[in-house]
């Protein structure tokens, strides 16, 4: 059986603080905002699984262009970004 793990593993990046506001005040525009590759890597999962777990996950930012291709065959651009306490839920969620 494998030993536990608290969520400060997943991030390898410091936290940041807030001093201006109290914990309880802090939103999810607060967190730290992660690409699918960088949720990727630390998961040991392809970006194209994380893009498939987060399509529909509420919370999650997705950037699209807004300008269309000259080329009809190409799709646009989309990019995800996901809040840590988001990426916190779905792995509680999955490991369950």
């Known amino acids: 059986m494998e030993p536990e793990l608290d969520a400060s593993q997943y991030d390898s990046r410091p936290c940041r603080t807030f001093p201006e506001r109290e914990p309880q005040e802090?939103?999810?525009?607060?967190?730290?905002?992660?690409?699918?590759?960088?949720?990727?890597?630390?998961?040991h999962i392809s970006p194209n699984t994380v893009r498939k777990i987060f399509a529909d996950e509420p919370g999650v930012f997705r950037y699209a262009s807004e300008e269309r291709s000259r080329n009809p065959r190409k799709r646009r651009?989309?990019?995800l970004?996901?809040?840590r306490r988001v990426a916190l839920r779905v792995h509680a969620r999955l490991s369950n």
């Open 81 to 83: 970004r996901i809040p």
């Open 77 to 79: 651009m989309v990019q």
């Open 26 to 43: 802090l939103t999810i525009a607060d967190d730290d905002h992660y690409t699918a590759s960088e949720i990727a890597k630390t998961w």
